[in-house]
């Protein structure tokens, strides 16, 4: 059996381009997933070993459907709504992975963002502490401050009360002494006003006696 030469088949090996001039189709392609018009339709379940054997002017690094995805990573390098790489390239996969990292990176920037949080509001708690026991000891200084200043003054009251109390009573112990000596003056004065009136009466009556006794003498002498 005489096998037939493979055939040959011109491609447009361009790399993926959104502004590519040299297939001004290749947007509509790409975003639409239809196919080249040049690829027959049995060609397009080729994988890159079958298109290669096939179509050996193939290019490897080329992009034959203009799909994204090099021609030996592409799993279909002939068709464009295919482009699962049979060298462990997978968009899906890679979409989910990419998804991931991202939730990963949302999930450590959260925890980031939580722990930057919980300082914050440990810091922001610590903070109204201090400033509550700060304040709790300046009022309780003033508090001490003040009741000392009232115990002070009360001991200085007190201590004025007993000494007017003191003053008051020596005056009045004075004043009494003074009232006891002038009483005592006075009775002396009586007692001597007394003691005069006496003694003057007793001269008067003795004086009186003797002028009757003398009276009487001559009285009998002249008898």
Not at 18 to 24: D, E, V
Not at 179 to 204: E, P
Not at 207 to 223: C, D, H, R, T
């Amino acid at each position: 059996m005489i096998q037939k030469k493979p055939q040959k088949i011109r491609f447009v090996d361009t790399r993926y381009n959104a502004r590519s001039k040299l297939n001004p189709n290749i947007n509509r392609q790409i975003i639409g997933l239809k196919p080249v018009s040049n690829v027959r339709k049995d060609d397009r379940d080729l994988n890159w070993r079958e298109a290669k054997r096939k179509y050996p002017g193939l290019s490897r690094y080329g992009d034959s459907d203009h799909d994204g995805v090099p021609n030996y990573k592409d799993c279909t390098p002939l068709d464009p709504n295919r482009q699962w790489s049979v060298f462990g390239w997978d968009p899906v996969q890679a979409a989910k992975d990419a998804a991931a990292k991202v939730a990963a990176e949302a999930a450590r920037v959260a925890a980031a963002a939580k722990a930057l949080a919980d300082a914050a509001a440990a810091k922001i708690a610590a903070g109204i502490k201090a400033a509550q026991d700060l304040a709790a000891s300046k009022a309780a200084a003033a508090a001490k401050a003040i009741s000392d200043a009232a115990a002070a003054l009360k001991a200085k009251l007190a201590a004025d009360a007993k000494a007017v109390a003191d003053l008051n009573a020596r005056n009045q112990a004075a004043a009494n002494k003074a009232a006891a000596d002038k009483a005592a003056a006075d009775a002396a004065k009586v007692k001597a006003s007394q003691d005069a009136a006496n003694a003057k009466a007793v001269a008067d009556a003795l004086i009186a006696k003797a002028a009757a006794e003398k009276l009487a003498a001559e009285k009998a002498a002249s008898q």
